[in-house]
Nanobody, 126 residues
Framework: QVQLSESGGGLVQAGGSLQLSCAAS????????MGWFRQAPGREREFVAA???????TDYADSVKGRFDISIDYNNSSFLQMNSLRPEDTAIYYC????????????????????WGQGTQVSVSS
């Protein structure tokens, strides 16, 4: 059972940046797909970004491409660098993990991730 804990959320003005971090209870670098999802009030949880074991493959939602960057370290953490933030990026952001492999495949389905963090709030003011 992998436990995940997010940090780094907060309030920022439009155009600003934030970096979210996700720390896992065990080493994830070589064994887990790591994903970030978000949920705004009254909306379904949606995919934001994901990364493969070893970091070779990444995937992004169209709404964040070119603005967000997902990465992992060699131990147990994943990161979501968020630049050029917009008010529509306001949501609770969740880190997720699942067993993965160093191959190209879809990593964007929330239901395929068994492990989730508690979420961190990101608020972007206009």
């Amino acid at each position: 059972q992998v436990q995940l804990s997010e940090s780094g959320g907060g309030l920022v003005q439009a155009g600003g940046s934030l970096q979210l971090s996700c720390a896992a209870s065990e080493r994830t670098f070589s064994r887990y797909d790591m994903g970030w999802f978000r949920q705004a009030p009254g909306r379904e949880r949606e995919f934001v970004a994901a990364i493969s074991p070893f970091g070779r493959y990444t995937d992004y939602a169209d709404s964040v491409k070119g603005r967000f960057d997902i990465s992992i370290d060699y131990n147990n953490s994943s990161f979501l660098q968020m630049n050029s933030l917009r008010p529509e990026d306001t949501a609770i952001y969740y880190c997720a993990a699942r067993g993965g492999s160093d191959d190209a495949y879809s990593r964007s389905t929330a239901g395929e991730y068994p492990f989730w963090g508690q979420g961190t709030q990101v608020s972007v003011s206009s």
